[in-house]
């Protein structure tokens, strides 16, 4: 089992930043490949970033620029350095791993665990 917990979630204003992290325990070590999803309220959940096979980092086409995710594998936590918050960033975020790539890192059926997520709400 792994558990994965999200924090850093708030509210601000158009054009402010939030850093999510998401710490992960429990058997994790072998879950290698971790990412982001969101869901916003009647909408489908879509992959944010993730760090994919070879240890580099992808991004979405709509945060490219502005969101950042990095890895402190001495501390078992991802984050998601998010700048330039538009008012559509709103949405529940979720930290995902998995132990295998072989699926396309947008997919949210290819992740094996899902953390509670953590709201982000962003005001004009």
């Known amino acids: 089992q792994v558990q994965l917990v999200e924090s850093g979630g708030g509210s601000v204003q158009t054009g402010g930043s939030l850093i999510l992290s998401c710490a992960a325990s429990?058997?994790?070590?072998?879950?290698?490949?971790m990412g982001w999803f969101r869901q916003a309220p009647g909408k489908e959940r879509e992959g944010v970033a993730a760090i994919v096979g070879d240890g580099s980092a992808t991004y979405a086409d709509f945060v490219k620029g502005r969101f950042t995710i990095s890895k402190d594998s001495a501390k078992n936590t991802l984050y998601l350095q998010m700048d330039n918050l538009q008012p559509e960033d709103t949405a529940m975020y979720y930290c995902v791993q998995r132990r295998k790539t072989g699926t396309s890192w947008s997919w949210p059926g290819g992740w094996d665990y899902w953390g509670q997520g953590t709201q982000v709400t962003v005001s004009v």
């Open positions: 429990g058997n994790h070590k072998s879950y290698i490949y």
